[in-house]
């Protein structure tokens, strides 16, 4: 759209000719003249590729389609396979226009796949209680050391417990589940 702005500003302000401002800018003429022609701004349609040698073959390839999306996904063909299929059919077409096919007949039949699934978590009441390790870096009479932290947090009330340890053992885990229990008043189910 920049381009279309120049060329007018050139052609309206500056009062240079078309022959000069294509020269200047490196385009054809009649790219300046359509330019200056233009009221809106150019808008570009993507146009699908047609494929003719495809055509008498498309029902064959929809029936094979149809069949295969009842099956189990490993027992599927490949675009390639179907291609090789139409091949020993007599097709002599190219490998992507059965790959474009395949490609919109899918999308057409099965519409738009979720990748994402949200499924809200509730806990009653004491239900449950989530455990895990930080490692934190601290300042210890001048030295800077790394300590684990436990972390704990009840489910239901997101309350949480911290306590921080020299080391990540057996006795420390224990240690640290005694105490947030303790903490808590209880233990959860």
């Not at 704990?152 to 885990?173: D, K």
Request: glycine share 6%; with cysteine.
């Amino acid at each position: 759209m920049d381009i279309i702005y120049e060329i007018r500003r050139r052609h309206l302000v500056q009062k240079q000719t078309i022959s000069a401002i294509a020269r200047e800018m490196g385009i054809s003429r009649p790219t300046v003249r359509r330019h200056l022609k233009t009221v809106e701004e150019p808008r570009y349609a993507r146009v699908q590729p047609v494929s003719p040698k495809l055509g008498q073959f498309e029902a064959q390839l929809t029936q094979w389609l149809e069949l295969e999306a009842k099956l189990p996904r490993p027992r599927r063909r490949s675009a390639h396979r179907l291609y090789e299929g139409l091949q020993e059919l007599g097709y002599g077409g190219a490998y992507d226009s059965v790959q474009r096919f395949v490609k919109r007949w899918k999308a057409s039949h099965h519409g738009p796949k979720l990748t994402e699934a949200f499924i809200p978590l509730e806990f009653a009441r004491g239900d449950a209680c989530q455990f895990d390790w930080s490692h934190e870096q601290v300042e210890l009479a001048g030295v800077l050391q790394t300590i684990k932290v436990a972390h704990f947090r009840l489910a239901y009330s997101r309350q949480m417990f911290v306590v921080a340890y020299p080391r990540e053992t057996q006795e420390m885990v224990l240690e640290a589940h005694n105490r947030a229990f303790a903490f808590f008043g209880g233990v959860p189910a």
